[in-house]
């Protein structure tokens, strides 16, 4: 799991603003929209478990667009 989480990081790292802006494979929203999305749904179950794994704390790492 932390693998893929720095293979996102990582990914999103490189985004300049077309990109975050560009369709994603969900027509109605942008990359940006789905990444917002994934983050609050992440949180939301972790919370709602009582837990926060040091994995999802290293998100702060990922560059704002």
């Known amino acids: 799991m ?5 293979l996102l990081a990582d990914t999103l790292a490189g985004f300049d603003e077309a990109a975050w802006s560009a ?3 969900c027509t109605a929203w942008s990359n940006r ?3 917002v999305h994934l983050s609050i749904t992440n949180r939301t179950r972790h919370r709602r478990r009582g837990w926060t794994p040091a994995a999802s704390r290293s998100t702060r790492s990922i560059r704002q667009p």
């Open 2 to 6: 932390l693998g893929q989480r720095r």
């Open 33 to 35: 929209d789905v990444v």
């Open 23 to 25: 369709q994603s494979r």
